[in-house]
């Protein structure tokens, strides 16, 4: 079946971007973290350095509906390049009222209300944040209560 996903990049705070999301959400890993010293050495491959074999290679958390959220720090030394920015925000569309202000509260708190959750003209319950990691959240609620 498909599956849409979002994939969130971060510069060495990976691991603990996603056990805050793993607070806010409940719920596990789908598997054990996977760390960059997995990766097998292949031929003409630099070396990694040892201060990057521990990060994140790969994190996958299902958050709501069957939503994958997914994650990797991207170390320099590999050539990425992390801009926070506003290029990605992940949609939640939560099946009650109630359910997005607790959401929108927790990932909001030490970040930024970019705006408030209101009844809005088209119908829906909507806000946006960013949290304290840069990630910027958008919450869509159709439900009147």
Not at 74 to 83: C, L
Not at 102 to 129: I, N
Request: negative net charge; charged residues 25%.
């Amino acid at each position: 079946m498909a599956q849409v996903s979002t994939y969130l990049n971060f510069s060495h705070e990976t691991e603990d971007a996603f056990n805050f999301y793993k607070k806010v959400f409940g719920g596990e890993f789908t598997s054990p973290i996977s760390r960059f010293r997995d990766i097998p050495q292949s031929e003409g491959m630099p070396p990694l350095p040892e201060e990057d074999k521990d990060l994140v290679m790969h994190v996958a958390l299902p958050i709501l509906g069957g939503h994958l959220l997914m994650g990797t720090d991207a170390p320099e030394s590999m050539q990425f390049r992390i801009q926070q920015g506003n290029n990605v925000y992940v949609a939640l569309q939560p099946d009650s009222r109630t359910e997005t202000r607790r959401l929108f509260d927790a990932l909001a708190q030490g970040g930024h209300v970019e705006q408030e959750l209101q009844e809005m003209f088209w119908g829906d319950y909507y806000g946006s944040c960013r949290d304290k990691f840069g990630v910027q959240w958008m919450f869509i609620c159709s439900a009147k209560e």
